[in-house]
């Protein structure tokens, strides 16, 4: 069975930084660009990053370019984002997900961790 | 790209036809999908291309159009239907921009 578990989120101060990670299981990870995709408290689906399947291009939204950084380590089947700079607005669940085709929509998600940020 | 759904939320009665409208504010040729979210889950992909339903989606799913204008209709809706559903545009990125939700209701 394909899976994404996500981890690392949790309460921080504004100006904090988090370390989120996304386990994958049960298909070639190496294969597949991979994204981060948020939802704040109540609100809809926001897209974050983007990283190929290599490791070697990744994308941002505007609102955390310079902030938060995508990464993966295809050996150990996981996929990252340092999150840095931390505002209350980027409060939310934050989802990791495959990315389908090389297209960019996506397949599999993980079940989300929550990142909150208040002082 | 903007995307925009509408409406924001649709009542519908069990069985009755539904029909989900989103709209992008330039022309996403036929690069998009749809997904559906219930509460306290992920999402989950539902169709791409505009039309193509993902695995192991029902029949009653069904996605058209193209450039700025795309619908999805479920054709008979059924319990677990009820929930929120969004479009996502990936013609032109970055970013990946998502509409607003329509939140399907029991009537």
Redesign the interface.
């Known amino acids: 069975e394909m899976q994404l578990v996500e981890s690392g989120g949790g309460l921080v101060q504004p100006g904090g930084s988090l370390r989120l990670s996304c386990a994958a299981s049960g298909f070639t990870f190496s294969r597949y660009w991979m994204h981060w995709v948020r939802q704040a408290p109540g609100k809809g689906l926001v897209w974050v990053s983007h990283i190929n399947n290599d490791g070697t291009s990744t994308t941002y939204a505007d609102s955390v370019k310079g902030r938060f950084t995508i990464s993966r380590d295809n050996a150990k089947d996981t996929l990252y984002l340092q999150v840095s700079s931390l505002r209350v607005e980027d409060t939310g669940l934050y989802y990791c997900a495959r990315d389908m085709h090389f297209g960019g929509y996506m397949d599999v998600w993980g079940k989300g961790t929550t990142v909150t940020v208040s002082s | 790209i903007v995307m925009t759904q509408s409406p924001a939320t649709l009542s519908v009665s069990p069985g009755e036809r539904a029909t989900l409208s989103c709209r992008a504010s330039r022309s996403v040729s036929s690069?998009l999908?749809w997904?559906v979210?219930k509460p306290g889950?992920?999402?989950?992909?539902l169709i791409?291309g505009t039309s193509t339903r993902?695995?192991g989606v029902p029949a009653r799913f069904s996605g058209s159009g193209s450039g700025t204008e795309f619908t999805l209709t479920i054709s008979s809706l059924q319990s677990e239907d009820f929930a929120v559903y969004?479009c996502?545009q990936?013609n032109n990125?970055?970013?990946?921009?998502?509409?607003?939700?329509t939140k399907v209701e029991i009537k």
């Open positions: 690069n999908a997904y979210q889950q992920a999402p989950r992909l791409y993902a695995t969004y996502q990936y990125w970055p970013p990946l921009t998502f509409g607003g939700g």
